[in-house]
């Protein structure tokens, strides 16, 4: 399993030194666009729309938007102290809550955490202590460049690592528009609303729970390879750069001929016969 970061954690005087790991991978299946008359697939370039032109990965900087079309522009080596100032590769517990407290929503992404050298010890501590306790650890983190509000649980025989939004980062739940305020449901409607309830109730199985569409959409993928009712790009042609440097020439010599007006035949200079250089005459 890939380590994408390596720190320590931190509770009281305990540090136990860990290795992060991705928990969740994305399933979906990717498809690509094509140029329905080739069959080639279609590049995205970065394009000036003032300029008019490809702008290389060199020549852009960052910016903050404060105003319409107003930016203030950070450069790569202010962004590069500010970092270092904040990212830090400790993760610190500063609470001990109860897993039910935090609502799912503030809940974003989630890691492994394995112990690295040395800490096999301290973090069977750490796990059991969390196991035992019934708790979870509120932490502070870094992740990519990013000051990250977490909690730390155990699951199954691992802790995990669980990325938490900040409170401004989850919108009102009162600028949701046309929610219903203080309506009765009907006291029938309800009971039976509830009976429904009953019967579904079951024990949460994740494994019973399948992506019926993404299934379907591979089936149909392979289905259609096995048909041979594919597509090739076609291969981007070559130009034969002598052939096309003569063809330009050729051309501009076309144009200029035609370009250039009729002018008349020169007349012959006659040359006339010199005349002799008179000889200077000495002052007596």
């Not at 992404?109 to 394995?114: E, G, H, T």
């Not at 059991?128 to 983190?141: F, N, P, R, T």
């Not at 199985?205 to 993928?221: H, Q, V």
Request: glycine share 2%; net charge negative.
């Amino acid at each position: 399993m890939h380590t994408m970061w390596k720190g320590t954690i931190s509770f009281g005087l305990v540090n136990i030194p860990v290795k992060l790991h991705a928990a969740t991978e994305n399933k979906d299946v990717k498809l690509r666009q094509l140029h329905k008359e080739c069959q080639s697939p279609i590049k995205y370039q970065k394009v000036c729309p003032v300029c008019e032109r490809e702008v290389e990965s060199e020549e852009i900087v960052k910016a903050f938007e404060y105003a319409k079309n107003k930016f203030v522009v950070l450069t790569d080596e202010e962004m590069a102290e500010l970092q270092e100032e904040h990212t830090d590769k400790a993760v610190e517990i500063v609470d001990f809550v109860q897993l039910e407290e935090i609502d799912p929503i503030y809940f974003e992404k989630s890691y492994y955490l394995s112990p690295n050298e040395g800490g096999g010890k301290a973090y069977t501590l750490l796990r059991q202590a969390l196991a035992d306790s019934g708790k979870i650890g509120v932490a502070k983190m870094v992740i990519r460049s990013k000051e990250q509000l977490a909690a730390i649980r155990v699951y199954e025989n691992t802790l995990v690592v669980e990325t938490i939004h900040y409170p401004d980062e989850v919108r009102d739940v009162k600028e949701v528009p046309n929610v219903p305020e203080d309506a009765k449901a009907d006291p029938k409607e309800l009971d039976t609303a509830k009976m429904l309830i009953d019967q579904l109730t079951s024990e949460f199985d994740p494994e019973k729970y399948k992506d019926n569409y993404r299934t379907a959409l591979l089936d149909l993928i392979e289905e259609k390879k096995n048909a041979d009712e594919t597509a090739t790009a076609q291969d981007k042609p070559v130009p034969d750069n002598v052939h096309n440097l003569m063809e330009a020439l050729e051309a501009s010599l076309d144009r200029a001929k035609n370009d250039k007006p009729d002018q008349p035949a020169e007349k012959k200079k006659t040359t006339s016969p010199k005349k002799p250089k008179k000889k200077m005459k000495k002052n007596a």
